[in-house]
């Protein structure tokens, strides 16, 4: 979306993704203070959130790309708030490889960092009140924040360019992304259920306190 979005909503989307990377800065310096053997699992999620989030497919009718977040699986482990910043990380270093650009990373950060990791994080939570087993709530929380990413792209494109009839061009905007973003999202609910499952198998200390 670089040179997409306009100023005012660049500026926009800059602002409340600070807001919660602010927040999550504040919860990392406080769980190394609680916990300093963590730290080593946040370099290892902001790894795959990288890894995950960076290959891409472009999609025309949007004028943005779809691709895999992995923030979802990356807050059930490590919280929503810490994922923000892990993802506004990645998002900054993307830029160098010609993936989102120094305008969108406050929109991409609240799409996949703040939409997408919130949302994976309170259906998996939700999942589990539910009685499902760790592994499917892990994989719908995944599909969900897939999904909900993307659908929060197109209302940014929407909101932006076009104004004067945001929801009309939402629903076009989002039915653009679906052809690709739900392939990935299937992926995602994959790698995500795998991934926590061995977690809870292997080392169940380290999910999301």
Known sequence: ??????????????IVALVFVTLGVREITRKRKEDPVRMPILGLMSAAVFVISVWHIPVPVTGSCSHPCGTAMASILIGPFTTVVLSAIALFFQMFLA???LTTIGANTVSMGVVGGF???FVYHGMRKMDLSFWLSAGIGGFVGDILTYTTTALQLALSLHPESVISYWSIFTLGFMPTQVPLAVLEFMFTAASIRYVVERRPEILAR
């Open 1 to 14: 979306m670089d040179g997409i979005l306009s100023v005012t909503w660049s500026a926009i989307w800059y």
């Open 99 to 101: 993936h989102g650009g």
């Open 119 to 121: 949302s994976g994080y």
